[in-house]
């Protein structure tokens, strides 16, 4: 989301009855994995443990409460994916819930989705769209079917002499050097 401004405004906007990140955000401190129900959470109410909540949970802040220029259809629940960010490679990520996997494919949410990929300076650029286990990564000049991803999996890209992604893969997290 290259076009909005840090994440600092969650005052805001709040999640209302919004709990899509219960959903489909993994939350290591509770073993909670991707695309599945917190159990702490009461879906299209809010968190049973709101006061005492993971610190994953209370740093956690989607696209939409950050992006105020993301219109009311953007909100999680009602555009059925979560927008966030990899920590530690720019990398912005778009969650889809395994019910609507398409649902980042619809307008108005692509074509805005594909213009955070083009400002100058942005040639390597990328968003990663998840859909259950199966992952797309989003470029510039196209996008790439990475398959099925397991805990760990690296994303590989090669660029050409001009900046423009010619390929990319996964790496498999056994094949990922220790760092």
Not at 93 to 110: H, L, N, Q, S
Not at 126 to 137: A, E, F, K, S
Request: aromatic fraction near 8%; charge should be positive; include cysteine.
């Amino acid at each position: 989301m290259a076009d909005r401004e840090p994440a600092t405004v969650r005052e805001a906007r709040q999640c209302g009855t919004c709990t899509m990140c219960c959903k489909l955000i993994e939350v290591a401190e509770l073993n909670k994995p991707q695309n599945e129900w917190c159990s702490h959470c009461a879906p299209g109410k809010g968190c049973r443990v709101y006061d005492q909540r993971p610190a994953d949970c209370r740093s956690f802040n989607c696209g939409w409460l950050v992006d105020t220029s993301l219109g009311e259809s953007w909100r999680p629940d009602r555009a059925k994916f979560v927008i966030t960010e990899e920590p530690g490679t720019g990398r912005t990520f778009i969650v889809c819930d395994a019910t609507a996997p398409g649902a980042w494919r619809r307008e108005p949410f692509y074509a805005r989705i594909k213009s955070w990929l083009t400002p100058a300076g942005m040639e390597r650029q990328q968003i990663v769209v998840t859909t259950g286990r199966r992952l797309t990564l989003l470029v510039p000049h196209g996008e790439f079917d990475l398959g099925e991803w397991k805990k760990g999996d690296q994303i590989s890209v090669t660029y050409d002499q001009n900046k423009r992604a010619v390929s990319a893969a996964l790496v498999p997290a056994a094949l990922v050097p220790p760092i």
